[in-house]
């Protein structure tokens, strides 16, 4: 099917699916809470960019950049976009693999992946640690602390003072 | 009110992009650098993979900050997942049609990770692909038998002596009188095996480097 397209056509259509992968993958990254959701965003949102990158490299009436012969046989698309993508699918690997890493551990340590949770428990973590005032009042909605845990002693330089 | 703003967000992003996209010449490269290298590649380098001599010969220092962003990763990768004295969870064995599976499998993705990774100055492919590859057929078997324990010293000598290899062959062009990372060697026949100069074995390094890198990561991650 893709065949039977006119060249501009083609490109059209492969153009908007490059841009189309990056809205999905910039949605995903806006909308989702969980943290591995957001890191295949992020991976979607790096193919459309690859995509597009060897889209701009691309001509319908050229073929890929390998000699078959001593000479080379009619026009060759620009070989520079490729090796430019090969580099990145590899970076992005090694990123995403990364990132998978990482998130393990904040399982293990915190049991949970929504950032929502994992904000509040960071924020009381951060707070405990470096001996301050949690970042909110303690007559709040939002008090980190679950009812009943011991609550750290308000310093002097609390936020109404600042 | 959030997921709406958001939306909107990405439907701007989508116009602008496309708005973008349709004023670029595309198929129309304004840099004549690409042009440039089609032309001299055959003579120049002498691998029929014209994308292998870009990545290897006229870019190979960008290649050995990819190989350089990767060990990086994996290595945080490896000290973040490392068990830290905490004992491995014992894993099930995979049954027989795994086992038997995996076992006819192993010689058949060493042959054709590593045809990919020497071939790769003349066809499609080339270390990175081939190392992922060889990675596979080292890491299927170790999900399939659950006595079996990667070396992780063994992986990482793999790597380390890889890695040297490549810094030095590109040394050894350095210190010939050419560039780092020049390519060695005679061209020899386009399209033959042996040609191309040292790309080939740059190629190999990289695969042998790539392959042990992920090796090492999926079995972290297993683990």
Redesign the interface.
């Known amino acids: 099917m893709i065949m039977n397209l006119n060249p501009p056509d083609l490109?059209t259509l492969l153009?908007?699916g490059?841009?189309?992968l990056?809205?999905i993958g910039?949605?995903g990254l806006?909308?989702s809470r969980h943290l591995l959701r957001l890191v295949l965003a992020l991976g979607l949102a790096e193919a459309g960019a690859n995509l597009?990158l060897v889209?701009?490299?691309?001509?319908?009436d050229a073929v890929?950049?390998?000699?078959?012969?001593?000479?080379?046989a009619g026009a060759?698309?620009?070989?520079?976009?490729?090796?430019m993508v090969?580099?990145a699918?590899?970076?992005g690997?090694?990123?995403q693999?990364?990132a998978?890493?990482?998130l393990?551990?904040v399982k293990e340590a915190y049991g949970t992946l929504d950032i929502r949770e994992l904000k509040v428990l960071l924020e009381r973590d951060i707070s405990a640690a470096a001996g301050l005032a949690p970042p909110c009042s303690a007559h709040g909605p939002d008090y980190p602390h679950p009812p009943g845990a011991a609550l750290p002693v308000p310093l002097a330089t609390s936020k109404e003072s600042a | 009110m959030h997921k709406l703003a958001s939306l909107l967000f990405t439907l701007g992003l989508a116009f602008l992009l496309m708005g973008l996209a349709a004023q670029l010449p595309l198929g129309a490269t304004p840099m004549g650098i690409g042009a440039d290298i089609l032309q001299r590649t055959p003579a120049e380098i002498g691998s029929a993979n014209i994308v292998t001599a870009v990545v290897l010969a006229y870019r190979g220092i960008d290649t050995l900050g990819e190989l350089a962003i990767l060990f990086a990763a994996a290595t945080t990768a490896g000290m973040v997942l490392s068990p830290g004295g905490a004992a491995r969870k014992p894993r099930a064995d995979a049954g027989l049609v795994l086992r038997a599976g995996s076992d006819l499998l192993f010689p058949l993705l060493l042959v054709v990770g590593f045809y990919i990774v020497l071939h790769g100055h003349l066809t499609p492919g080339g270390g990175f692909q081939g190392g992922v590859v060889l990675a596979a057929a080292f890491f299927v078997s170790f999900l399939a038998r659950a006595e079996k324990q990667p070396s992780h010293t063994g992986l990482t000598l793999i790597e380390a002596l890889a890695g040297a290899a490549f810094i030095g062959i590109g040394l050894a062009a350095l210190f010939g009188g050419g560039a780092f990372l020049q390519p060695l060697f005679d061209h020899g026949a386009l399209g033959a095996l042996v040609s191309a100069g040292s790309l080939p074995l740059l190629y190999l390094a990289v695969g042998l480097k790539v392959g042990a890198e992920l090796a090492s990561l999926l079995a972290h991650l297993a683990e």
């Open positions: 490109i153009v908007a490059g841009v189309g990056i809205a910039a949605v806006a909308v597009l889209v701009a490299g691309y001509r319908w890929a950049p390998i000699l078959a012969g001593a000479a080379p060759m698309v620009d070989p520079v976009p490729q090796a090969l580099t699918i590899v970076i690997v090694g990123v693999a990364l998978v890493a990482l393990i551990r």
